[in-house]
């Protein structure tokens, strides 16, 4: 398989689920900016959509959209717990989750990275991801990880996009639960294996 990936960008959530399923990958940087790889290759080639992660399954088949990505390795390796059976209840609570980081979380926070947006709507927007970051911070309480005592494909997800709020200007430490979850998740041989192969710690 081969995992497109930008450094810190929200393709660090299947690179940290792929290392924690021990699958064997091909990371593949893309250049966001100039929607390149590194020999030059257009991007849009790759992917239409032009942005990470894309995975790329050994068959050539290329599946997009994170929280897509995240559960299919998960189901390659059930043995490995990073999401509950399909069809359970605790499946369905973990696709309420990814797409609560998705659409709630991701894009608002992803969104602050964008110089052209009036200094108004980043206030408004830097607001709103804080409340829906307290909101998370109440759920974590008493809990280790999203879905209880055990790590799930969620955790990598939410665990990322936590990690942009301090570039962006949001100020999440009284939220204590959650600075506990990311001093947890920071700590998973996993989570530190992809960050140094992103460059992101030495
Ligand atoms: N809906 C997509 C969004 C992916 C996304 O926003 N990727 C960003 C990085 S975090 C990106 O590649 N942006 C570059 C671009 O859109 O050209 C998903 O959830 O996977």
Redesign the pocket.
Known sequence: MKLYY?PG???LAPHIVLREAGLAFEPVL?N?KA?TLADGTDYYGVSP?????LLELDNGERL????A?VQYIADQVPAKNLAPANGTMARYRLQEWLNFI?SEL??GI?GLFNPAMPEEAKALMRAKALARLGWVNEQLEGKQYLMGDAFSVADAYLFTVVGWTKMVGIDVSPLSHLGAFTTRMAARPAVQAAMKAEGLIK
Do not use: R
Request: charged fraction near 15%; include cysteine.
């Open positions: 930008s960008a929200c393709s893309a966001l929607h959509k032009g942005y990470v992660p997009s959209e994170g929280p990505i998705t991701h894009k992803g």
